[in-house]
C-alpha cells in the first residue's frame, strides 16, 4: 500500500476507532468520558502504537522520496493533534454533513498531498 494510503487509512481507522468506543460505552459511562485526565491515562498506550505507526508511515514515504518532512517528530505530533481535533465532529457526524464518504475522503487525501509532497514543499 502506498504510504499516502497508508496515512488516510491510519487517519479513519482512529477516528472510527474513538466513535465505536464512545458509541459503545458512551451512555453507559458518560460521567468517565467527561474526565479528560482519566481519558488521557487510558488513551496512552494507543497514543504510544499510533505515533510508532505515523512515524513508520511518513518514514516510508519519505524514503520513497514522496513526502519532504523536515522534522518527522513535528510532523507525527502535528498529525495527531489535527486527527484528535477531528474526534467529536467525527462522532456527531458533523464532518462534511451530507457530502458522500468518498468526496470526503479525497479531499483527506488532498490535503495530505498537499503537505507532506515534495513538489508541493518547494
Do not use: C
Not at 21 to 49: C, H, K, P, T, Y
Request: proline content about 2%.
Amino acid at each position: 500500500m502506498d504510504p499516502e494510503d497508508k496515512l488516510v487509512a491510519l487517519i479513519y481507522a482512529h477516528l472510527q476507532a474513538i466513535k465505536d468506543v464512545v458509541q459503545r460505552n458512551g451512555n453507559i459511562r458518560a460521567e468517565f468520558f467527561r474526565d479528560i485526565w482519566r481519558v488521557s491515562l487510558i488513551r496512552q498506550r494507543f497514543d504510544r502504537n499510533e505515533k510508532i505507526l505515523l512515524t513508520t508511515i511518513l518514514s516510508e514515504g519519505v524514503e520513497k522520496g514522496q513526502f519532504e518532512i523536515d522534522d518527522l517528530s513535528l510532523m507525527v505530533d502535528i498529525i495527531r493533534y489535527s486527527v484528535r481535533g477531528l474526534e467529536v465532529p467525527f462522532i456527531y457526524g458533523r464532518i462534511a454533513d451530507g457530502m458522500p464518504k468518498g468526496l470526503i475522503r479525497g479531499v483527506v487525501h488532498k490535503i495530505i498531498h498537499r503537505s507532506l509532497s515534495k513538489q508541493y514543499n518547494k
